[in-house]
């Protein structure tokens, strides 16, 4: 029998699953696998992380479907990677470790040396384009150069899409051939180091036709009016061809932000140190204020500014901000109090339950100016202005900052107009605009 193993990462989902069809099909028996990388979890100080939660409890419900089926199961350990695969390897007597591309710097990395082991004992490494339309050197430009502004990268895109390319791989037809053995229960969330949070995740199973009015509703963040599917795309639960189809169909806005998923993907796939590296490296001479008692009372919504502390306790409450808010609060960060763009990134890579590192370091360094098709420096999103156009009735803000327009509510920690003239001096200066 020609055996192999499916390595689930980002794509906890049976159906329309890229990677896990073409195992299935090119064998006659495939071991389901996920290993919970210490190299990941362990940096990781929330024991309650929801995130860990969702995956858990989402792996919990695939292989709960596999043992109704009459099937093993998924074998779901907790380890160093390589050493692990050394193992299953061997005591299973796999072939070929089949899985899906992942582009971020670490993951690259990590299938690098997963691949190189493998090959050594025998065995072949085989990953596929699954969480994107596009990937790596699919669209670029006619001299053969990435993309580093999103218009033209989109319309590159849209011109090389065909609707085919949505088409579904139907691995949930080919379950049956799944591992027949035994296979151990999968771990306790204890055993891995975690506890189970308050975790509250949208449906994946949506009306797509509530987004019909996508771009007319979206800024609004007391309207429930846009997918929340952005977390089940992120682990994979739901496949990115689905919603591109939905999309076609639905909004053509929707579709754009769909791209720019694929658009921060590729930056990072391409320009690695963007993570820690402003994207343009003039902007690395900005004098950043690394005042901690500042970043707290952002962090913890006690800014005096209603729609900032609205979103960041929506945030720290849910794990979950609204993309408007997310735009104003990381503006307010930047450039209200001069903090340093990689501390807003990295608080919100903590809190997100649809933490995405692409997208999050794209639009941390687009908020700060200093990313690829940033905004300019001296945009500055007036909190009050912001309040009035989106949220005019106080009722997201009356949600999560009650005590606003009572003498509980602390007053505004800068003044809008001082604050945005000393974020375009000190740009200014750092830019060589003003001496």
Known sequence: MKKAAFWFRRDLRFEDNHGLYRALSENDEVLPVFIFDPEILDKLTDKQDRRIHFIHQRLNEL???????????ILIVHGDVVKYWQKIIKMYEI???????DYEPAAVKRDWLVDENASMMGAEFRSFKDQVIF???EVLKDNGDPYTVYTP???RWLSQFSVDMANPYPSQDLLSKMWKG???EPY???????????????????DFSSLISYDEHRDYPALDSTSRLSVHLRFGTVSVRKLVSQALKVNDTWLSELIWREFFMMILFHFPDSTKKE?????????????????????????GYPLVDAGMRELNATGFMHNRVRMVTASFLVKHLLIDWRWGEKYFAKKLLDFDLSANVGNWQWAAGCGCDAAPYFRVFNPHTQLDKFDKNLEYVKKWVPEY?????PEEMVEHKESRQRALDVYGRALGKIS
């Not at 072939?95 to 591309?101: E, F, L, P, R, V």
């Not at 306790?188 to 949506?206: H, M, W, Y």
């Not at 994207?279 to 800014?303: H, I, L, M, N, P």
């Open 188 to 206: 306790t969330i204890e055993r891995i180091g975690f506890e189970a949070s308050d975790l509250q995740v949208p449906e994946k199973d949506i």
């Open 279 to 303: 994207f343009k490296g003039k902007y690395s001479a900005v004098k950043w204020r690394y005042d901690e008692e500042d970043f707290k009372k952002w962090c913890f919504g006690q800014t």
């Open 153 to 155: 990268y989109k319309k």
């Open 95 to 101: 072939s070929s470790i089949y899985c899906n591309n």
């Open 135 to 137: 990937e790596e050197n």
């Open 182 to 184: 035994r296979i151990p």
């Open 405 to 409: 327009g009572t003498t509980e509510y």
């Open 63 to 73: 292989d709960a479907k596999l043992r109704e089926m009459g099937l093993g199961g």
